[in-house]
Structures are given as C-alpha cells and as structure tokens.
C-alpha cells in the first residue's frame, strides 16, 4: 500500500512559477513509476508527465514540453513538478500518481495508487 500527498499548489498570474511536491509513504518507493495527472473542470484526467523508477527517463504530454520538469528524490520518497510558464489552460487540480512498473506510463489505468490532488489556478 502507498499513500501519496500532494502539496505546492495555489494561486499564480501568467507567466509564473510553481513547484508540485508528493510525498509518498512506505520503503519501496524506488519500486513505482511516477506521474501527474491533471484534471480541469468538466473535463477528463489526462496525463502530464512520467518518470521512470530511477528517475533517468521522463515523458511528457506535448503541451507542457519546456515548461514542466519531473523529477524524484528517491532517499526523499518523493516526486516533483515543477512548472514553469504558466498558462491559464494550466488550471486545474493536479493527481500525482505511483505504478508498480517500469519505464513512464502514460495511461491512468497504468497506475495503482493516486493522491487526493493539489489546486492549481493560473489568472490571466
């Protein structure tokens, strides 16, 4: 069992910065794939971005190529994401999520644990 905890959202203009943060508990965490899901109002959950067990592959949904950055601290038992150049379509609530498996999943069904999800609003 893994519980994950997302932290770092809020309320951001244009053109700023945030810093997602999930923190997951148990010692296998270096076992799980890592990814952010994000979910805006009437829309489906759609993936952000991956990172591999060790951290050394990662992955992205197109429209945050360059802006977003994944990464882990293994010793930490946790994922960031770091997001840069914001954009209104960014608004959502943010999931991050933890497959027991290899390489970056990309699809939700993939993934066996989710967090509760992190707000994070971008103002025009």
């Known amino acids: 069992q893994v519980q994950l905890v997302e932290s770092g959202g809020g309320l951001v203009q244009a053109g700023g910065s945030l810093r997602l943060s999930c923190a997951a508990s148990g010692r296998t965490f270096g076992n799980y794939a890592m990814g952010w899901f994000r979910q805006a109002p009437g829309k489906e959950r759609e993936f952000v971005a991956a990172?591999?067990?060790?951290?050394?592959?990662?992955y992205y949904t197109d429209s945050v190529k360059g802006r977003f950055t994944i990464s882990r601290d293994n010793a930490k038992n946790t994922v960031y994401l770091q997001m840069n150049s914001l954009k209104f379509e960014d608004t959502a609530v943010y999931y991050c999520?933890?497959?027991?498996?290899?390489?970056?999943?990309?699809?939700?069904?993939?993934?066996?644990?989710w967090g509760q999800g992190t707000q994070v609003t971008v103002s025009s």
């Open positions: 999520a933890a497959a027991l498996r290899g390489g970056t999943p990309t699809r939700r069904y993939e993934y066996d644990y």
């Open positions: 990172i591999s067990l060790s951290g050394a592959l990662t």
